[in-house]
């Protein structure tokens, strides 16, 4: 996977209003309100950050992130 998956998961997000950017250590981070609430890694594993934990949006944005609305 790499850049290309997080180019179109970006571009699937972003058509959302759902803010996410490629970071240098090869992972997409997603943001939720201006603070990045999921990394996803290029194995397209996403993962809840602690700033998202117990946070019903982030739960839902992270559904989102799993699958895109185009995919489902």
Avoid: T, W
Wanted: glycine share 6%; proline share 7%.
């Amino acid at each position: 996977m790499g850049s290309k998956f997080f180019e179109e998961l970006s571009r699937c997000l972003g058509k959302e209003q759902i803010e996410s950017l490629s970071k240098e250590d090869r992972r997409l981070e997603i943001f939720l309100h201006g603070q990045p609430v999921l990394s996803v890694s290029p194995g397209n594993e996403v993962f809840m950050l602690p700033s998202g934990s117990k946070n019903p949006e982030a739960n839902e944005l992270y559904h989102k992130a799993v699958l895109p609305e185009e995919a489902r």
